[in-house]
């Protein structure tokens, strides 16, 4: 079955940077948007960036405002790894931050994703 597994969590200062992993298993990936989530205690889950097919092997990007200009999020040369590279991290990026698929393209909603990992946590020092 499809799985969506998250590591590369942890615990960092304030201006520190981190790098999310996603693995996803069990189906083929290259055509899903891949979207990172997170979502901080005691507040909904948000959006923070998204891959898309663009054309050929090439793929676009989306991000929500929190996220542009200090995250990148990427995939792997095998299509099923998706990527999220945090930098100039906050306080406020405290959060579990969950990887996710979804058949619909370019989709920032978490309501067309149908597939998701079970997170891993930052925790962004100040």
């Known amino acids: 079955q499809v799985q969506l597994v998250e590591s590369g969590g942890g615990l960092v200062q304030a201006g520190g940077s981190l790098r999310l992993s996603c693995a996803a298993s069990?189906?083929?990936?290259?055509?899903?948007?891949m979207g990172w989530f997170r979502q901080a205690p005691g507040k909904e889950r948000e959006f923070v960036a998204g891959t898309r097919w663009s054309s050929g092997s090439t793929y676009a990007a989306d991000y929500a405002d929190s996220a542009k200009g200090r995250f990148t999020i990427s995939r792997g040369n095998d299509k099923n790894m998706v990527y999220l590279q945090m930098s100039s991290l906050k306080p406020e990026d405290t959060a579990v931050y969950y990887c996710?698929?979804?058949?619909?393209?370019?989709?920032?909603?978490?309501?067309?994703?149908?597939?998701w990992g079970q997170g891993t946590q930052v925790t962004v020092s100040s």
């Open positions: 069990g189906g083929t990936f290259s055509r899903y948007t």
């Open positions: 996710a698929a979804s058949p619909v393209y370019g989709s920032g909603l978490e309501k067309d994703y149908n597939y």
